[in-house]
């Protein structure tokens, strides 16, 4: 409005997505749920970086559900900054990216990278119970280089167990230890679209509303 950039938030009634998974004393999500949440997910970073913003260091924390559901993503930040200027990160958590881990800045380019390692990760930990690569900065070190190595199937064989048929590569694409070579926000919605056509039983519809899920 004349210039100026609001940012206008919804009542989120149904809490943090994640208290749905506490609630399961840390078991995993059954997988149409968790495609059903990850697909809101995915549309909404897509959404975020068409237009300049975004977040990073997406975690947990940053999903709600609103009343019916739906998945509300918070967080992201439109930078008017140069692609490669130094932005501060926050303490590293588990899902972070693993070339955010031991830093205290970062350029938007590379937040923007790590956005997408997120998508994959937030999946693989709904479909799992916990954080994919591990917890710690070297177990997480250790799992991402094992991946590089013999690829993610064989290096994390309980995140290929608990990954619906179809949908690894899209965990895989997401989750490339090289930043540049990972799939887009565009490209893993194009994966989901491509993987509900062959198993349309799986795939709850992605309604309008669920596209313009980042607040």
């Known amino acids: 409005v004349d210039g ?3 940012e ?3 009542l989120c009634e ?3 997505l994640f208290d749905h998974v506490a609630e399961h004393d840390g078991l995993a999500l059954e997988p149409a749920m968790a495609l059903r949440w990850i697909r809101q997910i995915c549309s909404a970073v897509e959404y975020c970086h068409a237009r ?3 977040n990073g260091q997406l975690r947990p924390e940053h999903l709600l559900l609103d009343g019916e559901n739906n998945v509300k993503v918070l967080g992201f930040r439109v930078f008017r900054a140069d692609e490669e200027e130094a ?3 926050r303490p590293n958590a588990p899902l972070d990216a693993p070339e955010l881990h031991g830093r205290e800045h970062a350029s938007v380019r590379e937040l923007r990278s790590a956005d997408l390692w997120a998508v994959g990760a937030l999946f693989a930990s709904m479909l ?3 954080p994919p690569f591990g917890f710690s900065e070297p177990e997480i070190s250790a799992s991402v280089a094992r991946c590089a190595e013999v690829g993610l199937a064989q290096a994390l064989p309980e995140v290929a167990d608990a990954t619906p048929p179809g949908l690894l590569n899209f965990v895989e694409a997401s989750t490339v230890p090289t930043p540049a070579k990972r799939s887009s926000a565009a490209q893993m919605m194009e994966d989901l679209a491509r993987a509900q056509s062959k198993r349309k039983g799986d795939f709850p519809p992605l309604c309008s509303h669920e596209v313009a899920g980042a607040s």
Do not use: D, H, K, P
Request: proline letters at 0%; hydrophobic letters at 40%.
């Open 4 to 6: 100026q950039t609001f």
């Open 8 to 10: 206008v938030r919804e």
């Open 14 to 16: 149904g809490g943090e």
């Open 52 to 54: 300049g913003a975004v």
């Open 87 to 89: 932005i501060l990160l």
């Open 128 to 130: 799992t119970g916990s």
